[in-house]
């Protein structure tokens, strides 16, 4: 079955682009497109997309906002930020709302397919760059001591590489091994930390 995307964007272009090329992909349909954060939270929770791509910047409230109120409403839906900020405040301010991924808008049209992949999968993509930025924002505090010390070395080396921002598929093949076997290192980690997410366990893996 297609994987269907909703979109949240008030440039009226850059939205109806976005849509017609996410409609054009195969395994994909965007079943609706948004200016405001207020009929995305009327519209969103019926129509029950299978991803989300929000913008931060829209006219009255932020993509911040509305995320949070979406996963307030129905905890499921998978959120996958797509805006041009880029600072760590932002980013931080999205992940804890409840997105699943963070993008800048550049990104190249395969990586975002990339990424609506990963985040229905249950994955949390991240450009490297911005991954590069929540590594720095909680840098100083350093990784928890508590549960990540029952980490294995292979565990621990996958969670590195997920803090890095890669891609369950670029991990296995960065690692030499199958991608099935990263999904069950990954699960090993969520059971360990006590996360359901990989922004989660990006966050609590390096917060004290």
Do not use: W
């Amino acid at each position: 079955m297609a994987k269907t995307v909703c979109i949240v964007d008030d440039d009226k272009g850059f939205r109806e682009n976005l849509a017609r090329f996410v409609d054009g992909a195969p395994g994909f349909r965007c079943i609706g497109t948004f200016a405001t954060a207020e009929e995305a939270l009327r519209q969103i929770p019926k129509q029950r997309p299978d991803v989300v791509l929000m913008d931060i910047n829209l006219p009255r409230m932020s993509g911040i906002e509305c995320s949070a109120r979406l996963k307030q409403i129905d905890p499921a839906v998978q959120i996958l930020m797509l805006t041009v900020y880029e600072d760590s405040d932002k980013i931080f301010q999205a992940l804890t709302a409840g997105a699943s991924g963070y993008l800048v808008k550049r990104v190249a049209p395969e990586k975002l397919l990339d990424a609506i992949r990963e985040v229905h999968a249950g994955g949390s993509p991240m450009s490297s760059h911005i991954a590069r930025k929540v590594v720095q924002f909680f840098h100083h505090q350093g990784p928890s001591k508590k549960e990540s010390e029952n980490l294995s070395p292979r565990e621990k080396e996958i969670l590195d590489l997920i803090v890095a921002g890669y891609l369950y598929k670029e991990i296995a093949d960065r690692l030499g091994i199958g991608l099935e076997t990263v999904r069950t290192h990954v699960q090993h980690i969520f059971q360990k930390l006590h996360v359901r997410t990989r922004t989660e366990a990006v966050v609590k893996y390096l917060r004290p």
